[in-house]
């Protein structure tokens, strides 16, 4: 009887990939993603989180384009006095150049993960929660200077109001995302590091945090690009 | 490939896409630095940036290697964000105009 109620494996996993692959995994009295729920769990998160940043973002645009006070030029506003000499946007850059590299770090954790290298992902992924915190580090001094240079939610001497409560909104909002994944990020490399996952062997948490983590760093090349190129 | 081994790649790759996302970010940072303008910028800052977003979630996030039912879940719905964007510009525009003419 449970023969015929469970389907035997070959008819419930279509062998098959590509479009028919697409068709037939949608279209089966099956689950549609063929990974463990804790990944398709994350990636619906992360694919709510992206409606929420884009709304941010398609805000301040729109707030932007419709706005006829001149807009600050973000380029002069992020520049940072080194040497006697103005340079544009080097924090900013600087911010950029250091998620990136969490990323780097994040992705060979997850690889080690996979391996089964337990030390190498804990301290992979504790490197990768070092240079999230020096990104906040170096936001929270960014947000200082703006803050002592007059800039409010409701106006800034620079020019258009709407400037600031669109700058403190996108990047704080981020800036509590990295927040959130640096925690995130300890909690995990301290159970990889205390042996956790040896028993069952199954160490895909680690790719779900990295995940998490790349989402950060992808909605930074958005912020990047939008908001401080513009 | 079960959930228990899955996502292995050699080390280079993460690597060489880590060093490419650096050239990709020293580019862009470069077009402010050079201090570009009108369509040049605006095609230089967006093609770095799809290119950026592009290998992160294809390589780091492994969306190369899922299965396409999982790749078109996640892909396609942004699309309709692509239409938001579009109509919120048209609609900023028309606002923009506006105020020129009545807030001078």
Same mark, same amino acid.
């Given at each position: ?42 990636? %619906? ?12 973002? %398609? ?23 080194? *040497?006697g000499v103005e340079v544009p946007l080097l924090l900013i850059a600087i911010m950029t150049f250091v998620l990136i590299t969490s ?19 804990? @301290?992979?992924? @504790? ?9 906040? *580090? ?11 240079? &007059? ?12 400037? *600031?409560?669109?700058?403190?909104? %996108?990047?704080?909002?981020? *800036? ?13 490399? @301290?159970?990889?590091?205390? &042996?956790?996952?040896?028993?069952? &062997? ?5 790719? %779900? ?8 760093? @992808? ?12 | ?8 790649? /050699? ?29 040049? $910028? ?34 396609? /719905? ?25 807030? $001078?």
């Amino acid at each position: 009887m449970s023969a015929l109620l469970s389907p035997s494996p070959e008819t419930s996993k279509p062998s098959f990939g590509g479009l028919r692959g697409l068709v037939a995994d949608w279209s089966s009295d099956q689950q549609a993603f063929q990974v463990s729920w804790g990944k398709a769990m994350m990636w %619906i998160f992360l694919l709510s989180d992206t409606f929420v940043f884009s709304s941010f973002l %398609i805000g301040y645009m729109t707030v932007r384009i419709a706005t006829t006070a001149p807009w600050p030029n973000p380029s002069e506003v992020f520049a940072l006095h080194v *040497g006697g000499v103005e340079v544009p946007l080097l924090l900013i850059a600087i911010m950029t150049f250091v998620l990136i590299t969490s990323s780097g770090t994040m992705a060979m954790a997850v690889n080690f993960a996979y391996r089964r290298d337990r030390m190498k992902t804990a @301290l992979l992924m @504790l490197a990768t929660a070092f240079l999230g915190a020096a990104f906040v *580090g170096m936001q929270a001094f960014e947000w200082t200077k703006l803050i002592v240079e &007059g800039v409010r939610p409701w106006g800034n001497p620079m020019g258009a109001a709407q400037f *600031g409560s669109a700058f403190f909104m %996108i990047t704080g909002f981020h *800036g509590l995302h990295v927040s959130a994944g640096v925690i995130y990020l300890l909690v995990v490399a @301290l159970r990889v590091l205390r &042996g956790r996952y040896e028993k069952s &062997g199954n160490y895909q948490i680690v790719e %779900i945090a990295g995940l998490y983590w790349h989402f950060v760093d @992808l909605v930074w090349v958005f912020i990047f690009a939008l908001f401080y190129l513009w | 490939m079960t959930s228990h081994s899955g996502q292995q790649h /050699p080390i280079s790759l993460y690597l060489k896409i880590w060093g490419l996302l650096f050239v990709l970010s020293t580019l862009s940072y470069l077009v402010d630095y050079f201090q570009f303008q009108g369509y040049l $910028r605006w095609s230089l800052i967006i093609l770095f940036m799809l290119l950026k977003a592009g290998l992160i979630v294809a390589i780091f996030m492994h969306m190369a290697w899922e299965r396409l039912s999982l790749v078109y879940a996640i892909l396609v /719905p942004p699309l309709c964000l692509l239409v938001l964007v579009i109509l919120m510009a048209a609609e900023a525009d028309y606002t923009f105009a506006l105020r020129q003419m009545f807030f $001078r």
